[in-house]
């Protein structure tokens, strides 16, 4: 992975040496501070000349002026001010991060003509800049300075009006920041290099910040009846594992909000083998359980108010002479049968299993799962938003206001007794597809069937979670999605 910068923060002061970039709001005009690094007003001009407008996230460079130290001045329009909030400041820190690719020292000063930035405003640029400067480049003996997804810039001072409380503010940010970057490495990672076991050990580095990992063995989940689960795993020879995760920093009393990861490290469709064009990609078939994994990051290393549980199921699905087949029956943890018409279907199995297991044995207050689950989504939504699927408009609600402030969006998709007759099935009590209609969701329909009455979300994160378009905080095939989202709906609605 690439390296992250020093950043800093200080007083608005006029910069010596490196890069500099300034703030530009809608129309392209400067803050007084600008005169600290361009008291001739050459810039002004040079933006004029450059039909610069000032749009948010909008670049322009300039040619410092001469008779200073300087290598050189971007400017960044932050667009129109009042609409301004964290999410356009996180994309205007990316946006300024990319301006300076080329210089070792940037310093960015936060000031925009007719308002002042607060030291939240200037955190939150802080943590674009780590989010942008993330490269998945572990691999490569070569590198391509030109075609580098990541900036080379090594130190970053942010000038503002606060730099103590903004640094402050930062710490919070970083932690979840630190969250993304983790799930965006574990999506990325290749599936000869990340399998069950190796997955399951970086769940125990959590263990460092105070987050209870406990793993469930093969033999344990026989012992539990998981057979939905353990049928996925059969024809590989890397072992399942179920990984609990436990971060109690809320009240003894309080019952914990619980986060349920789809974790196929590698799917190839099973006996039912997906074709071989794109087949690589599903690598990142665990992105749901890589945000669970992000998301208790981020809870413990910011020391969340809350008592949360995350659980991951963890197989490859492969096919071999011991591969489910297609026609199996198997017998779920809940008792209940599950003819498998489709092995790649598998998903959907898995987390039948998880969510039963930690529904009985935590009895959360709410349950989110997630799970890159079905090509439907994709062809209903794209990849700008995840479909959600829930049994409670309460918990909807916030996850859809959760995804709006986060800008990981989602989009509520239906779920009714009509879908639910789709899967039943002759032999069995249910069937793990309802075919080519209503893919994602019938796949939401079985998941109801494990949550009892506990108020449930499912987030079908295909499009979102991998390949998904690049933005100023973005430029990975992982994006690390769900780790913003769920942190902002326990920060807005489950911590004491």
Known sequence: MSMRPTITFAKVTAPKKGSVVLLASDGASLAGSAATVDPEGVLARALGVAEFSGKLVSTAEILAPHGTALDRIAVVGVGKTEALDEKAWRRIGGAAFAAARKAAEVSIIVDVAGIEPSPEDAAAIAFGIV???????????????????????????????????????????????????????????????????????????????????????????????????????????RPPRMAIMQWNGGKAKDKPVAFVGKGVVFDSGGVSIKPAGGMEDMKGDM???????????????????????????????????????????????????????????????????????????????????????????????????????????????????????????????????????????????????????????????FLQRFVKDTPWAHLDIAGTAMGSPTTEISQSWASGYGVQLLNQLVAESYEG
């Open 131 to 237: 989010l942008r400067s993330y490269a998945f480049d572990k691999y490569k003996t070569k590198k391509d300075d030109a075609k580098d997804e990541a900036p080379k810039t090594s130190k970053v001072t942010i000038l503002c009006v606060d730099p103590a409380a903004a640094k402050r503010a930062f710490g919070v940010m970083e932690a979840v920041a630190d969250g993304v970057l983790l799930a965006r490495d574990l999506v990325n990672e290749p599936a000869n290099i990340l399998g069950t076991l190796e997955f399951v050990e970086k769940t125990k580095e959590l263990e460092k910040l105070g987050v209870e990992v406990e793993i469930l063995t093969e033999k344990e989940m026989k012992k539990l009846g998981m057979g939905a689960l353990l049928g996925v795993a059969q024809g590989s020879a």
């Open 287 to 445: 992105g749901g359980a890589a945000a669970v994994t992000g998301l208790m990051h981020a809870l413990a290393a910011r020391k969340a108010k809350v008592n949360a549980v995350g659980v991951i199921g963890l197989v490859e699905n492969m096919l071999d002479g011991n591969a489910q087949r297609p026609g199996d029956i198997v017998t779920s943890m809940s008792g209940q049968t599950i003819e498998v018409l489709n092995t790649d279907a598998e998903g959907r199995l898995v987390l039948a299993d998880a969510l039963w297991y930690t529904i009985g044995r935590f009895e959360p207050q709410m349950v989110v799962n997630l799970a890159t689950l079905t090509g439907a989504i994709m062809v209903a939504l794209g990849s700008e938003h995840a479909g959600l699927f829930s049994n409670n408009d309460e918990l909807a609600e916030r996850l859809t206001a959760a995804g709006l402030v986060s800008g990981e969006k989602v989009w509520r998709m239906p779920l009714a007794p009509e879908y639910d007759k789709i899967i039943d099935a002759k032999n069995a009590d249910m069937k793990n597809t309802g075919g080519r209609y209503a893919g994602a969701i019938t796949a939401a329909q």
